[in-house]
Nanobody, 117 residues
Framework: QVQLVESGGGLVQPGGSLRLSCAAS????????MRWYRQAPGKERELVAG????????NYLDSVKGRFTISRDNTKSTVYLQMNSLKPEETAAYYC??????????WGQGTQVTVSS
């Protein structure tokens, strides 16, 4: 089946780092643009980072530029989000998203990131 499975979330102290992973299956990963979104309780879901197919360009939410890095490994059908210098306000569920050929979309189930002391 077509799916995205996130992992790597957890509890981290302010200023700490986490690396999220999203494993894709069931479709041509290298042909899909990949994105990370996040949603905190009571807030709208926001785009955090995106990477093109096959991976030549990236874009970031202004507030995470210089601290977060999105990357992909097409041989492993996996996209990553390296998050450094995490802030408490970045506590949220983080979701992986794929935009496939013909505009077809896939969402992961999300992984929780909690930034707290």
């Amino acid at each position: 089946q077509v799916q995205l499975v996130e992992s790597g979330g957890g509890l981290v102290q302010p200023g700490g780092s986490l690396r999220l992973s999203c494993a894709a299956s069931g479709f041509a990963f290298s042909s899909a643009s990949m994105r990370w979104y996040r949603q905190a309780p009571g807030k709208e879901r926001e785009l955090v980072a995106g990477i093109s197919s096959p991976g030549g360009s990236t874009n970031y939410l202004d507030s995470v530029k210089g601290r977060f890095t999105i990357s992909r490994d097409n041989t492993k059908s996996t996209v990553y989000l390296q998050m450094n210098s995490l802030k408490p306000e970045e506590t949220a569920a983080y979701y992986c998203y794929a935009l496939r050929v013909f505009g077809r979309e896939v969402w992961g189930q999300g992984t929780q990131v909690t930034v707290s002391s």
